[in-house]
């Protein structure tokens, strides 16, 4: 039977991202995200708010800690990823996290998105008018 694991959340950092390396010299980050929900019970207009730890490895992960802190908007694609390990006590402790493929920074309160494009400076050039492009 075919299986599908992808997960896309929105939502804010709660922490800044934490950043480290392995042994043989991955970068990895972790970071809290925030996801809420609004719902309607009966006539009340209720908040839930979920709490979600994301990993996410290599440049990614790089890019992440220099750009990203505490409360800013994200969006996530990756994949659930269930994790287990031994305390230094001897306690088996496992948990549920998001391992992201994707992580793009939303604008903040103001700021306009910016286009790929206009990222890199490679600026497209003005379409000419449709009158121009008409044979006859």
């Given amino acids: 039977m075919a299986s599908l694991n992808k997960v896309f959340l929105m939502g804010n950092l709660t922490r800044d991202p934490e950043l480290r390396y392995t042994p043989s010299g991955s970068a990895v980050a972790s ?6 929900r ?10 839930e708010t979920c709490f979600i730890d994301i990993t996410v490895w290599g440049k990614q992960a790089e890019n992440c800690a220099e750009y990203l802190s505490k409360g800013r908007g994200i969006l996530v694609e990756g994949r659930l990823s269930y994790r287990t390990w031994e305390t230094e006590e001897g306690q088996k402790r496992s948990k549920i996290e998001v391992v ?5 920074f939303l604008p903040r309160g103001g700021e306009q998105p910016v286009s790929k494009g206009a990222e890199t400076g490679d600026l497209t050039p003005e379409k000419e008018s449709v009158e121009n492009d008409v044979p006859f």
């Fill in 38 to 47: 609004k719902y309607k019970q009966g006539e009340e207009i209720k908040d």
């Fill in 100 to 104: 992201a493929n994707n992580v793009q």
């Fill in 31 to 36: 970071f809290g995200l925030a996801v809420n």
